[in-house]
């Protein structure tokens, strides 16, 4: 809309005439007050998670990193992400095609349904796992009879994990395809492609930068999950025990460095996340969904 | 494309070319039950079979309603913090062009990104007695961390993304004619702000608000490292769940969690017919 | 109240948008701003309002300089193209918005500010419509009802931009009209920016017309229309048919030959351009001085005909305007000569 507005007479609003812009004493004030919060907010945190994991120099960081139990850790969050990431992918991506090429009842209910774990609390996402599977259960019994192990251990925090990080990618690609229409795939159907070979060859290259997106947010979520984690682990050292809950266990024996080591990991992983994203959105702004709250 | 509504009376589906309905919409729905519907219908079935007069006295226990008084009222204040800050930040990304302008708007969703335990420990260190900030606080009086205080600061770190990310595309979307608008009328700039632009960011505002809270209520991870974790005092509704299944006291466990999430569906409840009305009515 | 533009240039960026303008605007006349987009005619009005400040030169509202006066203080109504309504204000609140944000010395009693409201209501013919929204009006009333807002400040100078772009050609032409009546009923010196000019031409005592961030020509509809003094004008107002022409001895001439149109107003001997309008040529039978053609394509438009001939061995192509009656066969050979025209030397 601006483009129309500004293609005569190029540069006509960007900086701002004196009827649309604060005085200069104004700005300082709102950008000197949005710095400070954002510095002790957002910046003095993530500061101090390096400054406390390198306190004692380099050798305790890596002497924490390379502890076994740091190492199992580390192992079953990336297990357990590289389950749960795919699985919300396809979901995501069948939801999307479901959502976006089709007019069916209910659908906006549908779209709140998938919503819906964004707002349930993380303890509770964990809780109804241990509702479900637990030993005073309807199914806790049975599972217990057959030797299937769902709770405090893998499955349960692939479980929780998944629920937690359900809307995903489904909420980054459910707008984008929907913007898309459904042009392009009725056009490669006109032309003879089946349906496997429209979504392959015509859909995914159109979604593959959303589709990215939404991974991306998707596994920082699913490596960094603790409420939901924490309730269906079990805390086992070395064996349930995912990066954050070992941050935690670290900490709470007052082992600050080692907690701090492993948090830094966790930080790096955020950071690099924000990095792809900005990139992502520098470069393929247009094509990423135009929502990017969560 | 488009129906034939004279002859198709009430049908599910729209008419359509394009294949594969069946097998996504079917496989969306099948994953959609397992992973979420049924597990919280478990929920509401386990508190449903309590019993009334069970539910009632956990609801109404002492330490449950502090406990939902302190994740609400500290969820409230920190979503207020963020609306007034989160909005000044969103304005001056918008507006404003400054060095690291980038930057500072990828900083903004650090929260997104950072594990909530790793914010926790950090946020507890930053604001312990002896902490870079707390030992700043100390002298005038202010403690933070192990206080209810410690639980806003970890919420208003939750939150702010909700609240800029939110507000953000909106202020983009403010037709400099409006402003032009008002200023050619004689109003100052202040007036234009307060009377034409905020009334007009209300509802998005409100709407990050919404998030920023529900999110608040439930958070567990980066809080329970600077609560201090005091039953009657920093202790919250999450904790206390997670306290109650340790305790093997399933019962209390499932009531604090319906209740938990019946006060959070009713808010957002609220929070979309107010939207909704005002969307009707400005168009 | 007289509103001088003087020596006024405007930089964007870098960017020239107005080139040294100059405008003389009396009191309670209504002007139009004519030109193709680009051409810097919302920049003038956006200069005039306040609303962008000139690079240099000078902008006076009556005898005092207000150039360097902010928007605030310079009363100005304004009407945006695309009406910024505020959407959360009732029509009411919208036109009485002006008088609430005055300071409290001068603000009207809420009762005063209600009641002006109603009347600028009755005026732009919206009776009762006070405690709509905005999103609940067609396009057409909510341009009447930011012509209200615009109004109810009492402003010195009303300025319109593109005020019926965003309308249907419909209501486009019931407004025009209708402005002309308010402008006759209220006799504020108006400004308007338009790049039609139809409704440049119905609504203004006088036309602006621009080019390029310049000001061609001032006038009367009917000044520019028969007596544009540039090439530009002669192309941009109304149709115009175009032929290369030379200037020697007192005549016209096309190619080698004389077209018996003779020079009056002193043109320069050399190359130039004649311009003439397509319907206001004369046929002739037979042809010693006039301009002669093979006729290439005959469109019926309207109530006439339309025929492309191609003069001097197919060099160059014109248009003329035929009656219907006229059987302008193809290859058949029409001999004409303009009526009105005017030869421009070729730069």
Redesign the interface.
């Known amino acids: 809309m601006a483009e129309q507005v500004t293609?005569?007479?190029?540069?006509?609003y960007?900086t701002g005439?004196?009827?649309t812009a604060e005085r200069l004493i104004t700005r300082i004030i709102l950008m000197g007050v949005a710095f400070a919060f954002l510095a002790i907010f957002l910046v003095m945190p993530l500061v101090i998670v390096f400054t406390e994991a390198f306190s004692r120099g380099l050798a305790p960081f890596l002497e924490n990193i390379a502890d076994p139990d740091t190492l199992s850790a580390i192992r079953l969050t990336l297990i357990v992400a590289a389950i749960s990431v795919p699985l919300n992918l396809v979901f995501g991506v069948a939801a999307a095609w479901a959502i976006a090429k089709f007019e069916f009842k209910g659908k906006a209910f549908l779209i709140t349904l998938i919503d819906l774990p964004f707002s349930v609390s993380p303890v509770i996402s964990g809780l109804v796992y241990v509702l479900l599977f637990g030993s005073t259960s309807l199914l806790g019994p049975w599972l217990k009879m057959h030797g299937i192990v769902i709770l405090f251990a893998v499955p349960g925090i692939v479980l929780a994990t998944v629920f937690v990080t359900f809307p995903f990618v489904a909420r980054e690609l459910i707008p984008l395809m929907q913007e898309q229409g459904t042009g392009d795939e009725e056009a490669a159907l006109s032309l003879g492609a089946n349906g496997w070979q429209t979504f392959w060859f015509v859909t995914l290259p159109n979604i593959k930068w959303g589709l990215l997106y939404g991974v991306l947010l998707c596994n920082a979520r699913a490596m960094g999950e603790f409420g939901a984690v924490s309730v269906v682990s079990g805390h086992i050292r070395g064996v349930t025990n995912t990066m954050p809950l070992h941050v935690e266990i670290l900490y709470n024996e007052y082992n600050a460095v080692g907690a701090f080591a492993v948090a830094s990991l966790l930080a790096g992983l955020a950071l690099v996340t924000l990095v792809l994203k900005t990139l992502l959105e520098m470069r393929y702004g247009a094509e990423i969904a135009a929502t990017r709250g969560h | 494309m488009s129906t034939t509504p004279a002859q198709a009376g009430w049908r599910f589906k729209a008419p359509s070319v394009i294949p594969g309905f069946g097998l996504t919409l079917g496989f969306s729905l099948a994953y959609l039950t397992l992973i979420i519907l049924i597990p919280l219908a478990g929920l509401l079935w386990r508190s449903a079979s309590l019993g009334w007069a069970d539910f009632w006295a956990i609801a109404t226990d002492e330490r449950t309603v502090k406990a939902l008084e302190v994740s609400f009222g500290t969820a409230i204040v920190a979503a207020l913090v963020n609306v007034v800050f989160g909005t000044i930040v969103a304005w001056i990304l918008v507006r404003y062009r400054f060095p690291g302008r980038r930057i500072v708007d990828a900083m903004v969703d650090l929260p997104f990104a950072l594990p909530t335990a790793v914010a926790g420990i950090a946020l507890t260190t930053l604001y312990a007695p002896n902490g870079w900030i707390g030992q700043l606080l100390m002298p005038l009086g202010i403690k933070v961390a192990y206080t209810p205080l410690g639980i806003v600061i970890a919420l208003i770190f939750i939150g702010l993304p909700f609240v800029v990310r939110t507000v953000q595309p909106i202020i983009e979307e403010i037709?400099k004619?409006?402003e032009?608008?008002?200023?050619?009328?004689?109003?100052?700039r202040w007036?234009t702000i307060s009377?034409?632009l905020l009334?007009?960011l209300?509802p998005a505002i409100v709407t990050g608000f919404a998030l920023a809270f529900a999110r608040g209520v439930g958070e567990y991870g980066s809080v329970i490292f600077i609560a201090g974790n005091l039953p009657y005092v920093s202790e919250i509704a999450p904790l206390l769940i997670v306290i109650r299944l340790e305790e093997y006291d399933y019962a209390a466990a499932t009531a604090i969690a319906s209740i938990m999430l019946g006060l959070s569906f009713a808010m957002l409840l609220v929070i979309n017919l107010i939207q909704s009305w005002s969307r009707k009515?400005?168009? | 109240m007289e509103v001088r533009v003087s020596n006024v240039r405007k930089e964007?960026?870098t960017?020239p948008?107005l080139h040294d303008v100059s405008l003389d605007i009396k009191s309670g006349e209504l002007i139009a701003l004519l030109g193709p987009?680009?051409s810097g005619k919302?920049?003038l009005l956006?200069l005039i309002?306040?609303?962008?400040?000139p690079t240099r030169g000078q902008i006076y509202f009556g005898d005092q300089d207000a150039s360097h006066r902010?928007?605030?203080e310079?009363?100005?109504?304004?009407v945006?193209?695309?009406?910024?309504?505020?959407?959360?204000?009732t029509v009411a609140d919208n036109i009485g918005?002006?008088l609430k944000?005055?300071p409290g010395a001068t603000r009207p009693s809420k009762a005063d500010i209600r009641r002006r409201a109603t009347e600028l209501l009755n005026l732009v013919q919206l009776p009762g419509l006070e405690n709509r929204?905005?999103?609940?009006l067609s396009g057409g009333q909510r341009q009447r009802v930011?012509l209200a807002?615009?109004m109810?400040?009492e402003p010195k100078v009303l300025l319109l931009d593109e005020p019926f772009g965003a309308l249907d050609a419909q209501v486009r032409r019931e407004l025009r009209r209708w402005l002309r009546e308010i402008h006759e009923a209220t006799g504020h010196t108006t400004v308007f920016v338009t790049h039609d000019q139809e409704e440049a031409l119905e609504l203004a005592d006088r036309v602006v017309v621009m080019s390029q961030g310049r000001i061609e020509q001032v006038g009367t509809a009917d000044d520019v229309y028969d007596h544009p003094t540039s090439p530009f004008v002669y192309g941009f107002i109304g149709d115009s048919s175009t032929l290369p022409v030379k200037v020697e001895n007192g005549q016209v001439w096309v190619s080698d030959r004389p077209i018996g149109l003779p020079i009056t107003s002193g043109e320069p001997d050399g190359p130039a351009t004649l311009y003439f309008r397509p319907h206001e040529v004369d046929l002739l039978d037979d042809c010693g001085g006039c301009i002669a053609g093979t006729v290439v394509a005959s469109r019926r438009v309207a109530g006439t005909r339309r025929v492309e001939l191609e003069i001097g061995g197919g060099r160059e192509r014109v248009e003329i305007e035929l009656p219907i009656e006229h059987a302008a066969t193809q290859k058949s050979r029409i001999a004409f000569r303009p009526r009105r025209w005017k030869v421009f030397p070729t730069a």
């Open positions: 293609s005569s007479n190029p540069g006509r960007a005439s004196a009827a | 037709d004619e409006v032009e608008a008002a200023a050619t009328l004689g109003a100052n007036q009377r034409v009334p007009g209300a009515r400005y168009g | 964007f960026a960017f948008a987009s680009g919302t920049t956006r309002a306040g609303l962008e400040e902010s928007i605030q310079r009363n100005v109504g304004f945006f193209q695309h009406y910024a309504l505020f959407r959360h204000m918005f002006g944000v005055r929204y905005p999103a609940q930011a807002r615009a109810a400040i």
